[in-house]
């Protein structure tokens, strides 16, 4: 049966229900909704981390944390409602998303692989306070910000979020309540329900669409296909992931050969999450990514290396290839970013700005800006003075807390000040670009905020990175709700429920994520050969890029080429976009490809062939009758080996090792005493 079908359906079966009321008249903020929403945000939490630290890939997983919510709900006495689902998964992304938000995946790595000799300070780690400091410091600034832009961006400009529609989608057919009116400002080529461009979801342009997932079944049918899929494959990949434990060469397979897999780098890693995460991105974001991958370690790392730009091993990020692509995947990342948003700061500059001030406002845009299009009554809304006193407050709390936690010498409080208000003004361009697009910029808006601090506070590499970790959490947190303020709008959850949702998880988020992090340093080298961490060279690398000057022999040239071919192709991504062209998905990501340059052959390849399988799949099933089970599938990958993860870190900490180094000769396998 169609989606179509189904929602008429629906629709006659739940005609008497009210519209915009919860069902049975159940409140929207409820205990079990919040406690369940921390539990799966914790998993969530332990999952980001674990794959942030291996590659940057950062899932803010709402629809998969609805769904789950769902289902466990129906062992509830009473069944939940569909409003409490919206802030249980409200709950769960703030709880998840932390890992990113306070720079566990990128900034903190970096900021530990300082060299005093190179930049004037040594490493800095922190201790696990100092570590709870700096993640309350930018924990609440994006919570605070986002009522504001709900109002601006939801209410009145009614922008699509296409994550955040399809999320309310699928919440609105599982709890079987009339579908929820997806009217959105009619934009050429924007359409909330039928997007397809890249469906990424990784630490460097975050959260991205998931709508393909809007064709489920019946709810009845939705609860027993999933928890069996869920199961089996949750199973599947945690003892997968406790196989590599013992035996790490099954991570590591030299499918290449020994001599491309110990000199190279090239080997396959046969894991069911990254399989899951490719299923997730979808076929042409997985594409992307292997195209970059081919270039940058098919053909620029050997050209790199056997023209003396880069004697090194391969695989050092001083003097290696690795090293070197690295400031071509920045070129990339950059130009991609920067260009993606010229239309958003053109609508805001022309149609917002010069239009107003010259008094070309047509007559609809002038009645509508002065009646407001708010649905909600004030009870539920967040009172604007919690809004100005939350910002102040965190403004205030995140400076003191930062100066606290690096002292004087590493920024000065002025300079922290500065950054949370350029976060606040990236946030708008983010979560623009995010609400049109599905697509969160915040490798680009965390690049413009170094490219500003090198500017007002030359030569401290430290301060640059902190400042603009500062200004990149307030745009990448402020994205991430603003998809759950999507989804509460569609399904009438009440905002402030999902507030209250987003502090408690937020809060909850600090202690979790800190320990975790805390645990993996214990146990493993970050960066090391498990945990490569490569957000954490992109920010190092443009810090000392700005302060030195200095780039690898060679590299600057190819980053100029890179950079104005990307740009290029963004803009005319850009503009197939939105022109509404079929073909617009099959243009490649510039941030996917670059992606394909961090990242070591071996997850790219995993990450293609969920790609292949999502589109095998759908092409043969078709996405009206291929229900939501391969999305539930590959969430269960996805959790099975970042829960079990948890185990490994257990198994390392109090000692217990690998039980057999056989076929680790290439020294690929991470982990192992023999690499």
Known sequence: MSISGCIRRLRRRTRHLADGTSEGGQADFTLRAVLLGLLIGCLLCFTNLYFGLQTGWISMMSLQSALIGYLLSRFLPKPMSAQENVVLQTTAVATGTMPLAAGFVGILPALGLLDETRDGVPPIHLSWIAAVGWSCAVAFFGVFLSPPLRKQVIIEEQL????????????????????????????????????????????????????????????????????????????????????????????????????????????????????????????????????????????????????????????????????????????????????????????????????????LQDDDAASSAKESKEVETEDRLVPMRWVVWGLSGSIVLGTVLVWLVFGHEGIKPWATLIGFIMGGLLSVLGVRALGETDLNPVSGLGKISQLFFAWIQPGNIVANIIAGGVAEAGAQQ???????????????????????????????????????????????????????????????????????????????????????????????????????????????????FAIGFLNTPSFSLARLIGGIVEHVYYTRVGRDNGGIRLIIIASGFVLGEGVVSVISLVLRTVGVGVASCWGCGHGMCGGCPAS
């Open 160 to 359: 699509a979020f296409p994550s955040g529609t399809a999320t309310g989608q699928l919440i609105s057919v599982l709890h079987q309540i009339p579908p929820p009116e997806t009217t959105v400002r009619q934009r050429r080529g924007y359409n909330a329900l039928a997007s397809n461009d890249d469906d990424e979801t990784i630490a460097y342009a975050a959260e991205a669409q998931e709508t393909d997932a809007l064709h489920v079944p019946e709810p009845e049918v939705a609860e027993q296909e999933g928890w069996s899929s869920l199961s089996w494959s949750f199973a599947a990949s945690g003892i997968m992931t406790l196989a590599a434990y013992f035996f790490p060469v099954v991570f590591s397979i030299p499918l290449f050969g020994s001599y491309l897999a110990s000199e190279w780098l090239w080997t396959f890693t046969p894991s069911l999450s990254y399989i899951g995460q490719g299923i997730i991105m979808g076929f042409p974001t997985t594409l992307s990514m292997n195209l970059g991958m081919l270039v940058g370690w098919g053909v620029l790392s050997p050209l790199a290396k056997y023209s003396g730009w880069a004697p090194g091993p391969v695989g050092d990020m001083t003097t290696g290839s690795r090293g070197w692509i690295l400031w071509v995947s920045l070129a990339i990342m950059c130009s991609d970013s920067v260009v993606s948003l010229v239309p958003v700061i053109y609508g805001i500059v022309y149609t917002r700005l010069w239009k107003a001030a010259i008094g």
């Open 478 to 592: 402020a994205g991430d709700l603003m998809q759950d303020l999507k989804t509460g709008h569609l399904i009438r959850a009440s905002p402030r429920a999902q507030f209250y949702g987003q502090l408690i998880g937020s809060c909850l988020s600090i202690v979790v994520t800190t320990t975790a992090y805390a645990l993996y340093e214990r146990a493993y080298e970050i960066p090391g050969p498990s945990f490569p961490a490569p957000t954490a060279y992109v920010w190092l690398g443009l810090a000392r890029l700005l302060r030195d000057g200095e780039l690898p022999q060679k590299s600057g040239e190819f980053m100029l080429i890179f950079a104005i071919l990307f740009s290029i192709i963004a803009a005319f991504k850009t503009y197939a976009v939105r022109s509404g062209s079929r073909y617009a998905k099959w243009i490649p990501s510039g941030v996917a």
